[in-house]
């Protein structure tokens, strides 16, 4: 157990689950884990600093989502192990070569078809995902506004802002998996 009890890591962890971005912020800080993903993202992929930027964030929320959603067990590991898992699969996904986003985004588009097919007539459930959209970051507003409303392609995203189609279809998944937290909150 740690000098303080408000940074103990299972009742961070208990209050990550519990919606609870003070803790986030504690457990980051305390545990070092931003520096720590920063370093091995600029050791692997040494990029420019934008895409590293980008790479770091999705690793933040891939994390910050799993943790939400209770899906680390510290009896299987240690929470620096298991961010460090997310990052490497991250960092990986990453330097995928583009057969893979071709297939990612067939995925993506699979994905949008399921969204589209739920009805929003209901100008109350209009109301909250738009709502909840706006709640995310503006990076992740944007690809989901030029994929979904203005319906380009992956590339064409990428051209547009100045992004590599793997950062683009990064962003997509992220928003979406992001989109998915906050409508749980909502429910």
Do not use: C, W
């Not at 962890?13 to 305390?30: C, M, N, P, T, V």
């Not at 510290?74 to 192990?81: A, D, R, T």
């Amino acid at each position: 157990m740690t000098e303080r009890p408000e940074l103990d890591e299972s009742a961070l962890l208990k209050r990550i689950a519990s919606g609870d971005s003070e803790a986030e912020q504690l457990l980051f800080e305390h545990f070092k884990l931003y520096d720590k993903i920063r370093m091995m993202v600029r050791h692997r992929i040494q990029a420019d600093p934008d895409a590293e930027a980008d790479l770091i964030s999705d690793i933040i929320a891939s994390l910050l989502i799993n943790l939400r959603k209770g899906m680390f067990d510290p009896e299987k590991g240690s929470l620096g192990n298991y961010a460090f898992g997310i990052a490497r699969n991250r960092i990986r996904n990453y330097l995928r070569p583009t057969e893979v986003i071709k297939r990612q985004t067939s995925e993506i588009d699979e994905t949008h078809q399921i969204y589209e097919d739920l009805s929003l007539e209901d100008n109350e459930t209009a109301e909250v995902l738009s709502r909840s959209i706006k709640n995310l970051a503006l990076k992740y507003q944007q690809v989901l506004m030029l994929r979904y409303y203005e319906n380009y392609s992956i590339p064409e995203i990428a051209d547009q802002l100045g992004l590599s189609a793997t950062q683009v279809y990064s962003r997509i998944h992220y928003a979406l998996e992001l989109l998915e937290v906050e409508l749980e909150k909502i429910e």
